[in-house]
């Protein structure tokens, strides 16, 4: 079965320091990935999808920047962090395929920009 | 442009008895996906259903099925016998053909709670 891990679980981090969040799915090959934010209260924001090593899709232009390294390994990053950066943050993998397919999501890092 | 809506903020429904949730949505394309996902308060997404811009019959997947009515491009949730376990945020969600791949968009979703 698939399992998708993602860390930290929590994170304080003062404005205008560094981020890297990872993501990494196991028991899949070749898995799409995307990183989304949540704000309090509201819905999924889309960050960055990949369809495979090195291909980044950005859908909202931010001080944000995301990688894919290995095919079941994505990181979120950012080289200086801004207060409306705060979120969670949520990594998720489907299958690729010629259709929509679900999507199934790790469990978050709760980022907190002071 | 593609949009999900759901105009339900809040949603209060007693133990054992049945709950829709509304979902409408927007788009051109004749090739989508539709899901529901639970987010309970821990935060980790959990995917409930699928329903096809292609597909017939309305899914279901045990207490959950999806009132999907294409002309009026809506795409309810229906949860029969509401338990206490099922209050949590619920999204729905399209994908989307945007070169080549199918993009995700999500509603601002429906908080559920069930009163025993």
């Known amino acids: 079965s698939q399992t998708i891990h993602q860390w930290p679980a929590t994170l304080v981090q003062p404005v205008g320091s560094p981020l890297s969040l990872e993501c990494t799915v196991e028991?899949?090959?070749?898995?799409?990935l995307y990183w989304y934010r949540q704000a309090a209260g509201r819905g999924l924001q889309l960050l960055f999808y990949?369809?495979?090593?090195?291909?980044i899709s950005s859908e909202v232009p931010q001080n944000l920047s995301a990688s894919r390294p290995q095919d079941r390994q994505f990181i979120l990053s950012s080289k200086k962090l801004l207060l409306s950066d705060s979120g969670f943050y949520l990594c998720?993998?489907?299958?690729?395929?010629?259709?929509?397919?679900?999507?199934?999501f790790g469990p978050g890092t709760r980022l907190t920009v002071t | 442009a593609q949009k999900i809506t759901q105009t339900q903020p809040g949603m209060f429904v007693q133990e054992k008895e049945a709950v829709t949730l509304d979902c409408t949505y927007d788009t051109s394309d004749p090739s989508y996906g539709l899901f529901w996902y639970k987010q309970p308060s821990s935060g980790e997404m959990i995917f409930l259903i699928y329903?096809?811009?292609?597909?017939?019959q309305n899914a279901t997947e045990g207490r959950y099925s999806l009132n999907f009515q294409k002309a009026r491009k809506s795409a309810n949730l229906v949860i029969s016998a509401s338990q206490l376990g099922d209050s949590a945020m619920y999204f729905c969600?399209?994908?989307?053909?945007?070169?080549?791949?199918?993009?995700?968009?999500f509603g601002r979703g429906t908080s559920l709670i069930v009163h025993p």
């Open positions: 998720a993998w489907s299958f690729t395929g010629t259709g929509p397919t679900e999507q199934y």
């Open positions: 329903q096809g811009s292609y597909d017939q």
């Open positions: 028991g899949t090959s070749n898995p799409n």
């Open positions: 990949s369809v495979g090593i090195g291909q």
């Open positions: 969600a399209m994908t989307f053909v945007s070169g080549g791949s199918y993009i995700p968009t």
